[in-house]
């Protein structure tokens, strides 16, 4: 039988479908528009045109790469004119944006862009009243997404420039309801600071918002009135410090339905400002907080909750929570165990409340961490050897702390419960009390390990993950990065555990 050629167009329409949504818009664009009338109408679809990504520069945006001059030249010559009315959300970086905003004289279904701060000088021309895209920015856009590079905070001229960068576009949009503002970045990584008193925008049709601000009471802005249809409402913050009686605006928000508060440092105001703006937000249906506090001398347990914040929002149907509270031995008027802390949360909704209560002798103080269910952080800090378990899908970073030894059975259930682990420190400085040379142990496996610190700990936790007959690292993990404090005991050799462990550091 004579092998017959068979050609792309030759398959059925319905199959091309079926094989080019498993590939890129823009490369299936590229690579089919102008090939054939039947390709022409296909790649025309909705599908392929309604959201297009056109990057120049590499950015860390996911599943994104950079296009050559010559692809970006064929895109805005020849492909963009032609689908310009089926596009409805661009994804773009400011070193080519407006070459491709201006390639064509009307994106007539244009509602949405994504676009990466590349940090020019230029930037700024972009989103002021003078620029060539104002048209756009005033007269289209409903959703707009910013992001770009992290670790701005040593910058501070690049902080102040996003800032004005962030008012202009709240000046220039008359339309915009939804705006993200750098917040894709972690939170220790980059944020804004207005600086000034009372920063001079509004927006009369703005109805969500997320922003990083370097103090909460900043973001107080936000809660004056200026933003009067502001429905949903994400903050991430570093500080939240003790405000002027002056300044705590006591009207109340009844608009606000969503809001979710993100704290990177200790908080020593819960009481006095957290508290009090939560009481405003008198309709909430959702409220997520992310956050640790020192408090005087009770923990922040249910009847905390239930007291200053559950009772003032009677439509809240959804509670997300992270709370760790910490209280130094002179403030505690008594020591309540973990089964004190679960019995203030048995009325939450369904009971799915963990709870996990610590005291450290040594350091004088005591933490309780209460959190809902499932768990949605990434991250996880200060686990100790009460670690209640559970499966943690969600979180690639932990740091393990304790005044009591960490044994090989605890790393076996660290293993299981965080399956995703990508980043790992350790900080206990106590011997292990059951490491036995000739004693058989089970292997933990790390399949996605590819940062380890270790912080002043003793040398039997560097060998619980260098033996290989204690711990598996997988070798298709990138490098981690080992460091290993003081604070053990020195010497001996250790063997590699996996080849993917190829530094060692030690300081």
Same mark, same amino acid.
């Given at each position: 039988?004579?092998?017959?050629?068979?050609?792309?167009?030759?398959?059925?329409?319905?199959?091309?479908?079926?094989?080019?949504?498993?590939?890129?818009?823009?490369?299936?664009?590229?690579?089919?528009?102008?090939?054939?009338?039947?390709? =022409? /109408? *296909? @790649?025309?679809?909705? !599908?392929?045109?309604? &959201?297009?990504? $056109?990057?120049?520069?590499?950015?860390?945006?996911?599943?994104?790469?950079?296009?050559?001059?010559?692809?970006?030249?064929?895109?805005?010559?020849?492909?963009?004119?032609?689908?310009?009315?089926?596009?409805?959300?661009?994804?773009?970086?400011?070193?080519?944006?407006?070459?491709?905003?201006?390639?064509?004289?009307?994106?007539?279904?244009?509602?949405?862009?994504?676009?990466?701060?590349?940090?020019?000088?230029?930037?700024?021309?972009?989103?002021?009243?003078?620029?060539?895209?104002?048209?756009?920015?005033? =007269? /289209? *856009? @409903?959703?707009?997404? !910013?992001?770009?590079? &992290?670790?701005? $905070?040593?910058?501070?001229?690049?902080?102040?420039?996003?800032?004005?960068?962030?008012?202009?576009?709240?000046?220039?949009?008359?339309?915009?309801?939804?705006?993200?503002?750098?917040?894709?970045?972690?939170?220790?990584?980059?944020?804004?600071?207005?600086?000034?008193?009372?920063?001079?925008?509004?927006?009369?049709?703005?109805?969500?918002?997320?922003?990083?601000?370097?103090?909460?009471?900043?973001?107080?802005?936000?809660?004056?009135?200026?933003?009067?249809?502001?429905?949903?409402?994400?903050?991430?913050?570093?500080? *939240?410090?003790?405000?002027?009686?002056?300044?705590?605006?006591?009207?109340?928000?009844?608009?606000?339905?969503?809001?979710?508060?993100?704290?990177?440092?200790?908080?020593?105001?819960?009481?006095?400002?957290?508290?009090?703006?939560?009481?405003?937000?008198?309709?909430?249906?959702?409220?997520?907080?992310?956050?640790?506090?020192?408090?005087?001398?009770?923990?922040?347990?249910?009847?905390?909750?239930?007291?200053?914040?559950?009772?003032?929002?009677?439509?809240?149907?959804?509670?997300?929570?992270?709370?760790?509270?910490?209280?130094?031995?002179?403030?505690?008027?008594?020591?309540?165990?973990?089964?004190?802390?679960?019995?203030?949360?048995?009325?939450?909704?369904?009971?799915?409340?963990?709870?996990?209560?610590?005291?450290?002798?040594?350091?004088?103080?005591?933490?309780?961490?209460?959190?809902?269910?499932?768990?949605?952080?990434?991250?996880?800090?200060?686990?100790?050897?009460?670690?209640?378990?559970?499966?943690?899908?969600?979180?690639?970073?932990?740091?393990?702390?304790?005044?009591?030894?960490?044994?090989?059975?605890?790393?076996?259930?660290?293993?299981?419960?965080?399956?995703?682990?990508?980043?790992?420190?350790?900080?206990?400085?106590?011997?292990?009390?059951?490491?036995?040379?000739?004693?058989?142990?089970?292997?933990?496996?790390?399949?996605?390990?590819?940062?380890?610190?270790?912080?002043?700990?003793?040398?039997?936790?560097?060998?619980?993950?260098?033996?290989?007959?204690?711990?598996?690292?997988?070798?298709?993990?990138?490098?981690?990065?080992?460091?290993?404090?003081?604070?053990?005991?020195?010497?001996?050799?250790?063997?590699?555990?996996?080849?993917?462990?190829?530094?060692?550091?030690?300081?």
């Amino acid at each position: 039988m004579e092998c017959q050629d068979i050609k792309l167009c030759d398959l059925p329409d319905e199959l091309l479908l079926i094989i080019f949504k498993k590939l890129k818009n823009v490369e299936i664009l590229y690579s089919l528009m102008d090939i054939s009338k039947q390709l =022409n /109408q *296909i @790649v025309s679809d909705p !599908i392929f045109t309604r &959201e297009i990504t $056109l990057m120049k520069q590499i950015t860390p945006i996911k599943d994104t790469s950079s296009l050559p001059d010559f692809v970006l030249d064929r895109f805005c010559l020849e492909i963009l004119p032609k689908i310009h009315d089926k596009i409805q959300w661009l994804k773009l970086e400011t070193l080519s944006m407006e070459r491709i905003l201006l390639a064509v004289n009307n994106y007539s279904n244009l509602r949405q862009l994504d676009i990466f701060i590349m940090n020019t000088e230029t930037d700024m021309q972009l989103f002021t009243n003078t620029s060539y895209l104002v048209h756009i920015f005033q =007269n /289209q *856009i @409903v959703t707009l997404n !910013i992001n770009g590079e &992290e670790d701005l $905070l040593e910058d501070h001229l690049e902080i102040n420039r996003q800032a004005e960068i962030f008012m202009n576009i709240l000046i220039m949009c008359n339309k915009l309801r939804h705006f993200k503002f750098y917040t894709s970045v972690p939170i220790g990584t980059a944020y804004i600071s207005f600086g000034i008193e009372s920063p001079m925008f509004l927006s009369p049709t703005l109805v969500e918002l997320h922003i990083v601000v370097y103090r909460f009471d900043e973001c107080l802005f936000l809660l004056d009135g200026r933003f009067n249809q502001l429905r949903i409402l994400f903050v991430k913050t570093f500080h *939240i410090l003790s405000l002027k009686r002056s300044i705590i605006n006591k009207e109340r928000l009844p608009n606000l339905k969503h809001v979710s508060l993100a704290c990177k440092s200790l908080i020593c105001a819960y009481d006095d400002v957290v508290v009090p703006h939560l009481q405003r937000m008198i309709n909430l249906e959702k409220l997520t907080l992310y956050f640790v506090a020192a408090y005087d001398n009770l923990f922040i347990d249910g009847n905390n909750l239930q007291k200053n914040i559950i009772s003032h929002m009677p439509r809240l149907n959804q509670f997300i929570f992270n709370i760790r509270s910490m209280i130094n031995y002179d403030n505690l008027n008594y020591f309540p165990s973990n089964e004190d802390i679960h019995h203030t949360l048995m009325n939450f909704k369904d009971n799915q409340v963990t709870s996990c209560v610590d005291y450290f002798p040594k350091l004088e103080y005591g933490q309780c961490r209460i959190y809902s269910c499932p768990y949605t952080l990434t991250y996880y800090e200060n686990l100790t050897n009460n670690f209640p378990g559970g499966l943690f899908n969600t979180v690639q970073q932990i740091e393990l702390f304790d005044e009591r030894p960490f044994e090989h059975e605890f790393f076996i259930k660290i293993s299981q419960s965080f399956p995703f682990l990508k980043e790992l420190t350790i900080i206990n400085s106590e011997q292990q009390k059951f490491n036995n040379e000739n004693r058989k142990y089970s292997i933990v496996n790390y399949y996605h390990l590819t940062k380890l610190y270790l912080l002043d700990v003793h040398d039997d936790y560097a060998e619980q993950f260098l033996l290989d007959t204690k711990a598996y690292l997988s070798e298709m993990c990138t490098a981690p990065k080992i460091w290993r404090g003081g604070g053990g005991k020195t010497g001996g050799s250790l063997k590699i555990a996996a080849d993917a462990v190829t530094a060692v550091s030690v300081f």
